[in-house]
């Protein structure tokens, strides 16, 4: 049995927050600099252009690579082997979040009652997944989420009979609808089965996956590439003014469902697709 103390989970999770948000992963890095390469639009160009300036002023003076700096996602996936002694870990996590976007000086957006709106002042609590899994290993996933994106996400309770082709208009439509307001060029996260609230997670999940790391079932992966090169066919572009580049990617998983529901999350996600994953 192997064990790890949560000190180790507090000062990971402190780190992730503000590597996330300082620098871009290497997957979103080179979607942006191939849009700019393919953008077809002069506008679209010139603001893919504007964005790798922003990238490498953000990585250069340790700065945001946005001011919405998120609200602090964690996947945690737990070896059934693994020992974890010291205090509750959902604490610990979000006594890393705390660390992290206080002592990185990064800006606090969470509201401690949903109605109320008064300020946490450490962007805690985070939103937490924990999964058990084989071995002895913690996996540990940050995704900061900003809300820009977030707030043009959606979630439609298709019948069986819509089959692949209304999966197919759900997730169009929810690009469509969201827009310039989404601030495209975005990266989409679906999740196709499942009931509500585990295509929602599967959709979030998505987003962590990095851009071009398509999935090992053949129509899903046949799938994506359709639905990418369908939305870039919408025409709105870096920053919504029109361009051949709506989106760098799209990754959707899929889960079983019940006989009678074929539930559909889209989780649309800006150029900002945070993610880093570390395991201790």
């Known amino acids: 049995m192997r064990t790890i103390h ?12 503000i590597e996330a948000n300082l620098h871009l992963s290497q997957d979103i890095v080179h979607a942006i600099h191939a849009a700019k390469e393919e953008e077809k639009s002069p ?33 945690l996936n737990a070896g059934q082997d693994l020992h ?23 800006r606090k957006s969470v509201v401690r009652d949903p109605i109320l709106r008064e ?15 084989p071995g002895d290993r913690l996996e540990l996933i940050v995704a900061p989420k900003g809300f820009g994106s977030e707030n043009m996400s959606r979630i439609f309770m298709l019948k069986p009979a819509d089959g692949i082709e209304g999966v197919k208009d759900a997730i169009l439509s929810a690009v469509q609808l969201a827009g310039p307001n989404a601030c495209p060029p975005i ?6 089965g499942g ?12 987003l962590t996956r990095d851009i071009g790391q398509h999935s090992e079932i053949p129509y899903v992966r046949e799938l994506e590439i359709e639905m990418l090169h369908k939305i870039n066919a919408l025409g709105i572009g870096p920053g919504g003014l029109g361009g051949s580049v709506t ?20 989780n649309i996600c800006c150029h900002v697709a945070r993610h880093v994953k570390r395991v201790l």
């Open 187 to 192: 990266v989409v996260g679906a999740g196709i």
């Open 43 to 75: 506008l679209g160009s010139q603001i893919l252009g504007q964005l790798e300036e922003n990238m490498e002023i953000a990585a250069a003076e340790q700065i945001p690579v946005c001011q919405d700096t998120g609200m602090a996602v964690v996947f």
């Open 119 to 133: 300020n946490t002042k450490d962007n805690t609590p985070g939103i937490i997944h924990y999964r058990i899994v």
């Open 195 to 206: 009931d509500f609230e585990k295509c929602a997670v599967m959709a979030k999940e998505a």
């Open 84 to 106: 974890i002694e010291g205090i509750a870990v959902e604490d610990a996590v979000n006594e890393g979040i705390r660390r992290g976007y206080t002592e990185g000086f990064l």
């Open 6 to 17: 949560t000190d180790e989970i507090i000062k990971n999770i402190s780190q992730m927050c």
């Open 247 to 266: 989106a760098l990617g799209v990754n959707i998983n899929t889960y079983p469902t019940h006989i009678a529901g074929l539930p559909v999350a889209v």
